[in-house]
């Protein structure tokens, strides 16, 4: 029939073969509460149909037994919502990590920047203002950050990677925005770079309290659905049906292909890209303002009529890939990693990570399920 474990009465012997069953007592959000008080009260209803891992049958019959993808689960009836409550808390608990790093990357990524740009600011003083060039920095951060959302196919598990990228929006626009001012000097300058440092980490550190938030609330509302006995809904079961009976060395990725956010192993791909952005606003200014003007206008007609990788924005696309580059080898950032976070061919290539031919490339990036 397929696997089988009991779960007996409270204070019986307990006996569980089931790998997902446990989530350490310190490790569990303020889901923790939720839980053993629906723990005590469900009634065990399960999930609805349409999750190929979890069919109709899911709801207890009388007799106190049911069966999920060849589970056979026999005792007390709220042996599914005991289930229930353990993916609910391990899944909330990785996706909180998870959120919380994907900030610390962002911080990364504009900590390694500053270390790019302080000892070329020299060469922009009096040709741009501090207020501009943090605009401009501001914008690039906010290119891969405003991604985030492009690869989630479920419209139910938006709503995380929706908050993250408008809270950083939000908190880098403001708090960057109201640090600097018009001045032209070289002070001004780096005091521009260093307010989008503090931003982003004021941002990012204020992220990871809104994101535990966000996702106690979303998955305490699954948990008191079955405290009260009802039967979870579609939007429910399309944030908890994919993890049930999930291997939890598999977790991160599966958590990172529903929910967008990435895990530990693409994380470094998200300092590499967003360091790359960075530096592509930077030598947009940065060319613009130290090239003589016979250089501009050569460039303004290669991008209009020529070859547009000899224009200004070829010209600081190629600087970013170069850097980005260095930077992604001191993260050990791989082109397997870069396939598992979805990213093209040509981003590989760029970054110097030498991929394999593209098919098969690509065929590894379809066989791990990025896209």
């Known amino acids: 029939m397929g696997r089988e474990y009991r779960t007996e009465q409270a204070g019986d012997e307990h006996e569980d073969r089931h790998p997902n069953r446990a989530v350490q007592p310190d490790q569990a959000s303020g889901l923790q509460e939720v839980a053993a008080a629906a723990g005590n009260r469900a009634v065990g209803r399960g999930l609805a149909s349409g999750h190929p891992l979890v069919t109709r049958g899911s709801v207890l019959g009388a007799d106190g037994t049911t069966e999920l993808e060849g589970t056979t689960i026999t005792g007390r009836r ?16 990785r996706l909180s990590a998870s959120t919380a790093n994907y900030g610390v990357q962002v911080l990364n990524a504009c900590e390694a920047f500053r270390a790019f740009a302080t000892p070329k600011v020299r060469k922009l003083a009096g040709e741009v203002t501090a207020q501009h060039l943090v605009e401009q920095l501001v914008g690039g951060l906010l290119t891969p950050v405003a991604g985030l959302t492009a690869k989630i196919a479920v419209p139910a598990a938006k709503w995380l990677a929706d908050k993250v990228v408008a809270y950083i929006t939000s908190g880098m626009t403001s708090s960057v925005g109201q640090a600097v001012g018009p001045g032209t000097d070289v002070q001004a300058l780096e005091a521009a770079i260093a307010s989008l440092v503090q931003g982003a980490r004021d941002t990012t550190t204020r992220l990871g309290v809104a994101a535990q938030q966000s996702i106690d609330e979303r998955f305490g509302q699954i948990l008191q659905r079955s405290a009260a006995g009802e039967q979870l809904s579609a939007d429910d079961e399309a944030l908890v049906g994919p993890f049930w009976g999930a291997d939890p060395a598999s977790l991160d990725a599966a958590i990172e292909k529903l929910f967008g956010i990435p895990g530990p192993a693409t994380a470094a791909v998200v300092q590499a890209e967003v360091y790359r952005e960075l530096v592509a606003a930077f030598m947009r200014i940065y060319i613009n303002r130290t090239a003589p003007w016979e250089e501009n206008l050569n460039m303004a007609m290669q991008e209009m009529i020529g070859d547009k990788r000899l224009g200004l924005p070829g010209r600081a696309g190629t600087a970013a890939d170069e850097a980005a580059g260095v930077r992604a080898a001191a993260l050990g950032v791989t082109w397997q990693q870069l396939a598992r976070a979805g990213r093209e061919y040509e981003e590989a290539v760029r ?9 098969e490339y690509e065929k590894f990036r379809d066989h791990v399920g990025a896209r």
């Open 351 to 359: 970054l110097g990570l030498k991929p394999p031919p593209r098919e």
């Open 78 to 93: 709220s042996g599914f919502a005991e289930e229930l409550h353990s993916t609910v808390l391990m899944v909330s608990t």
